[in-house]
């Protein structure tokens, strides 16, 4: 095991050299930082004793997404739209298994757009999909939240049937 060294209190501090104790704070963050012990399971601190079932990522400060694991909305629109009619071409609206059916689309879509952008992208992915009857009748669908214009992406499909409609969003959120 590691014994990690015990922290000075805050009287020890203020007795440091010259008496700074803003430095002496400072040096003891250091510590505390390099006294981190990283293990497959997560990490721990001297302020931390348990661990943590979580992977903690060091930051990249990567602003951008690099070329080759940007957003493609045309790439997206697509997948939705094989999934949309490889699963709804003959069916017809009922609505005990389209609750299901949702789901289950939303899943698909979700594994299949993570497996296009690769595994080691920074972008948090949401899927809505929207399903229901057709009654001669409008339906207008709206979503809003936080968006950074030059990395965040969306890509939507509509899909429509005698019976029924579904409306698929796929939402690329960049983050660091």
């Known amino acids: 095991g590691l014994s990690l060294a015990k922290e000075p209190t805050l009287r020890e501090l ?4 010259n008496g700074d104790v803003a430095r002496d ?3 003891q963050k ?5 006294l981190s012990v990283s293990t497959n399971q997560g990490s721990t601190t001297s302020d931390d004793t348990h661990i943590h079932s979580q992977i903690a ?5 990567q602003l951008e997404p690099n070329p080759h694991q940007q957003f493609s909305v045309r790439r997206i629109r697509d997948i939705i739209k094989s999934i949309f009619i490889q699963k709804l071409e003959n069916v017809r609206y009922n609505s005990e298994s389209f609750r ?4 289950q689309l939303s899943e698909q879509i979700k594994t299949q757009v993570k497996q296009e952008l690769s595994f080691n992208n920074r972008y948090k992915i949401v899927v809505l999909v929207t399903m ?6 409008d339906i207008q669908i709206a979503s ?3 968006w950074y214009t030059p990395t965040d992406k969306f890509a939507s499909w509509e899909f429509s049937s005698d019976t029924f409609f579904a409306v698929g969003v796929v939402f690329g959120l ?3």
């Open 25 to 27: 704070l400072t040096k």
């Open 57 to 61: 990522y060091e930051n990249t400060y």
């Open 174 to 176: 960049y983050y660091e």
């Open 30 to 34: 250091s510590l505390n930082r390099r």
């Open 14 to 17: 203020t007795r440091g050299e």
């Open 132 to 137: 229901g009857p057709k009654h001669s009748q």
């Open 144 to 146: 809003r939240c936080m």
């Open 100 to 103: 299901l059916l949702s789901i």
